[in-house]
């Protein structure tokens, strides 16, 4: 999981990049990076850490260019302490390309062997957002006939490169000297909103992002999604075009997006996150009600922040006292995307603070957007104990999450998640909880797609049916050996 922004202004873009990157921050802190383009001429910049801690004032000024691209970077492949893995990535042939991506190739071992013994290409780093790259450009190198883009034959790449690649992948590119090209998986897993706006000038400017409020918050008007398939290329003076490159385009958004990825004042697929997980609230409360007695309830809490929407409705729905009984640190990333399990345990209290005015003698219900490794849950339900918590209930608006996300978000083995292998029994006393209770795969479908144009979701970390069709327990092995190493 990434967050991904491009531009193409009538004015310098450096400044709205980096704004948009700042409303994007949730959704990667290990590294930052941004590419602006003047003419032919590419500048870069890209660092480890937060945005606020990456771009200094002469980085800015340097970072010239009507056009440019952005990221901030959570690591799912490759090394997250490495600066030489940061996005943007960089060929210099054909014309010169720059690329981020958010997502994660499932075919890297075939494509590895493909760029070097076929496409005599060679990659530095081991970052899939590399490889992308350089089939792009092996392909886009195939079709070119003169010194100039033409729109199809960056179409025509894009549809070869569909054929080649497995997985995720929302990408946007510059092309030195000729605009900016963006496309999507032909699942459309992860997300990718179009926006424009029109200056005094009557020339338009044009925005493509992750999520719907960067558009917004830049006072752009949400076009729409990029379909799932679909490549966008815009001029460097603002001349739209699209084309459908998959031949079976099937939307399958990620559910998890949905569930806690996404910021909650996003539209993704013409879904409102925040309503979404209201939604899953009033499912929730209704699962809650055939398990417990609703008189051994006292308060309703959330795990702040992404938590706070479905809780609201548990606590509406079961007619109980909705309570904060948890405080948030602000200045402590978000614990589940932090690298390392180690890191993950000692941020955790650093980021909550549990009041004992709200827990003392009470019969809790803890509602919490999901449980991942269990690391954070344990912890929590300890930090409710020793506040004075007298009985913990604890519940989640996503369902047990027993299979690894290969999509692009880190939950590579099986063995890290607490669900694995476990019923509800073995959960709750790992967790040291008196109940648990999850969220119904259905119920959650039904909390996202209610009243849109979605039929099907990426459930695959709740199921382990991997849409791509191509995941088998031989690719999960090597993928959890391969996090280890």
Known sequence: ???????????????????????????????????????????????????????????????????????????????????????????????????????????????????????????????????????????????????????????????????????????????????????????????????KRVKENNKPEWVIASESLVIENNDYVIVRDVEPGEAIFITSNGEFFSKQCSDNPQLFPCSFEYVYLARPDSIMNGISVYESRLRMGDLLAETIKKQISLGDIDVVMPIPDSSRPAAMQVARQLGIEYREGFFKNRYVGRTFIMPGQSLRKRSVRQKLNAMSTEFKNKNVLIVDDSVVRGTTSQQIVQMARSAGANKVTFTSAAPPIRYPHVYGINMPSRNELIAYNRDINQIENNLFIDKMIYQEVNDLTQAITQNSKIKELDLSCFTGKYITGTVTDEYLTWVEETSLS
Do not use: W
């Open 1 to 195: 999981m990434c967050g991904i922004v491009g531009v193409v202004s009538t004015d310098q873009c450096n400044q709205q990049i980096y704004d948009s990157l700042l409303l994007l921050q949730h959704r990667g802190q290990d590294s930052t990076g941004i590419a602006t383009m003047d003419g032919s001429v590419f500048h870069i910049n890209k660092s480890k850490g937060q945005v606020r801690e990456a771009y200094r004032t002469r980085d800015m000024r340097a970072l010239i260019g009507r056009s440019g691209l952005g990221h901030v970077r959570y690591a799912t492949k490759g090394a997250a302490h490495r600066e030489e893995e940061a996005q943007p990535f960089y060929v210099n042939a054909p014309y010169g390309i720059i690329l981020v991506h958010n997502g994660n190739l499932t075919n890297t071992r075939e494509l590895e062997k493909e760029l070097f013994k076929v496409d005599k290409r060679h990659t530095n780093t081991s970052s899939d957002t590399e490889m992308l790259l350089n089939v792009l450009a092996t392909e886009l190198n195939s079709e070119v006939k003169g010194k100039d883009v033409d729109p199809d034959d960056l179409f025509n790449a894009v549809k070869r490169l569909h054929s080649r690649v497995e997985g995720s992948y929302a990408s946007i590119a510059l092309i030195a000297g000729h605009g900016l090209l963006a496309f999507r998986d032909p699942f459309g897993i992860r997300p990718l909103v179009i926006g």
